[in-house]
């Protein structure tokens, strides 16, 4: 099983609004998936990202101090899904918790898919349906979506809805990068803030 590698859209090192505690939460790239709505669209072609090894991705996510595990988002990661169960085994190993983002449904999910899931300590299972996005939702897009915990290190029902989740990192370069739910008057303020502080 070691030796794969996987495909990154993004990451971000440490983030406290995808999971429990503090976390690095990776995009992957490439999804097939293709839901009407999604915010993630640069992220559905194969080509794109960056080309990591496992074992080198695990070594720099080790090396963020502080955390309490990962996430995977994406794009999808259960398309990479080799990769990510040898990421997962990897990190629970170490002692990092796992919270895995997937589009499938259960019943869709091959034998490696399921084999991921079932490593993670948190899942969220199901397509994002733009007619039932609900930005009042903890850690989920559309209100279809499944919250669960496979493994039982966490109890879901210690994280209630009812507030929208958004991070703004600002990196080395000055790239800013919007993370959560942001809703449209959300993204013009920053636009504006931004707009006045260049002129």
Same mark, same amino acid.
């Given at each position: ?12 090192? $440490? ?13 992957? !790239? ?11 669209? $640069?992220?559905?072609?194969?080509? =794109? ?18 955390? +309490? ?6 794009? @999808?990661?259960?398309? !990479?899904? @080799?990769? *990510? ?5 990897? $990190? ?14 259960? @019943?869709?999910?091959?034998? *490696? !898919?399921?084999?991921? *899931? ?24 559309? @209100? ?11 109890? *879901?029902?210690?994280?209630?809805? =009812? +507030? ?14 919007i993370t959560g739910y942001p809703d449209l ?15």
């Amino acid at each position: 099983m070691p030796g794969h590698n996987i495909m990154l859209a993004q990451m971000v090192e $440490q983030t406290d609004i995808y999971g429990p505690g503090i976390r690095s939460a990776i995009w992957v !790239q490439g999804c097939t998936l293709a839901c009407k709505g999604c915010w993630n669209t $640069q992220m559905w072609p194969k080509k =794109g990202g960056e080309n990591h090894s496992v074992v080198e991705l695990h070594n720099l996510l080790m090396n963020v101090e502080g955390n +309490e595990g990962i996430t995977l988002l994406g794009g @999808e990661p259960l398309q !990479q899904s @080799e990769a *990510v169960l040898e990421l997962i085994k990897l $990190q629970k190993a170490a002692g990092r918790t796992v919270m895995l983002y997937s589009g499938y449904e259960p @019943e869709e999910l091959d034998l *490696v !898919q399921q084999e991921c *899931v079932d490593n993670s300590d948190i899942v969220i299972l199901g397509r994002y349906k733009e007619e039932l996005r609900n930005t009042k939702l903890r850690w989920r897009g559309s @209100e279809n979506q499944v919250l669960y915990s496979p493994t039982g290190r966490y109890t *879901v029902e210690d994280f209630p809805d =009812g +507030e929208t989740e958004i991070s703004v990192h600002i990196d080395g370069d000055g790239k800013l990068l919007i993370t959560g739910y942001p809703d449209l008057e959300f993204m013009m303020e920053i636009m504006d803030k931004i707009t006045g502080e260049l002129l």
